[in-house]
C-alpha cells in the first residue's frame, strides 16, 4: 500500500536570495531594471526585487510568470504557436484566473534530481531579454544545488 501522504522538495528563502542576485546582477548587466520574482514549488511567493527603474506594471507579469513556470513545470517561453488562434492550447492563457502567462521570461528551479522546486520570473525588458535574466537565476541557484548533491555523494 503506498503512502496517504508525500513530500515535496521546497526552495527554501536562501535559495530564493541567491537566484534573485544572480536575476539581479545579470539585469544590471543588461543595463535593466527588472522586477523578479520567487515562488517554491506549490506557486506561493518567496522573494520579490523591484529594481530600480523596472515598470510598475511589470510586477504582477513577473509573480505570474515564476506561478506558470513552477505550477506547470515548463519555461513560458514553450509555449509559442501552441497558444495562439488555432493552436492546440489557444486559450490556455486565459486560465488559472489569467495568471497563466506564455511568453518568455519564466523558467521552474529544479533540484539536483530534476524535480520542480520552484519558479522565478522576471518582466520590464522584452520577453528575450527577461528570459536572459531569469536563465542567470536558474542557473545560479541549480548550480548550488547540483555542488551540494555531488558533495552528499562524495561522502558515502
Same mark, same amino acid.
Given at each position: ?14 535559495? #530564493? ?13 543588461m ?32 509573480l505570474?510568470? #515564476? ?10 517561453h ?12 489557444f ?23 530534476? @524535480?520542480?522546486?520552484?519558479?522565478i ?6 520577453p528575450?531579454? @527577461? ?7 536558474? @542557473? ?10 555531488e558533495?552528499?555523494?562524495?561522502k558515502?
Amino acid at each position: 500500500m503506498s503512502s496517504p501522504t508525500t513530500v515535496q522538495e521546497q526552495l527554501s528563502l536562501s535559495g #530564493a536570495r541567491i537566484a534573485i542576485t544572480a536575476a539581479e546582477e545579470k539585469a544590471k548587466a543588461m543595463g535593466l531594471g527588472m522586477n523578479i520574482a520567487i515562488v517554491d514549488a506549490s506557486t506561493h511567493l518567496l522573494h520579490f526585487s523591484r529594481m530600480p527603474g523596472a515598470k510598475i506594471t511589470s510586477i504582477n507579469i513577473a509573480l505570474d510568470k #515564476a506561478f506558470t513556470a513552477a505550477g506547470h513545470r515548463v519555461g513560458t517561453h514553450t509555449y509559442k504557436e501552441a497558444v495562439w488562434p488555432g493552436g492546440v492550447a489557444f486559450g490556455l492563457g486565459n486560465t488559472n484566473g489569467g495568471r497563466f502567462t506564455t511568453f518568455g521570461g519564466g523558467l521552474p528551479i529544479l533540484n539536483a534530481k530534476g @524535480d520542480v522546486i520552484g519558479g522565478i520570473g522576471a518582466s520590464t525588458g522584452t520577453p528575450a531579454q @527577461d528570459q536572459e535574466v531569469v536563465q542567470a537565476g536558474k @542557473d545560479a541557484i541549480e548550480k548550488v544545488l547540483r555542488e551540494g548533491m555531488e558533495r552528499i555523494k562524495s561522502k558515502l
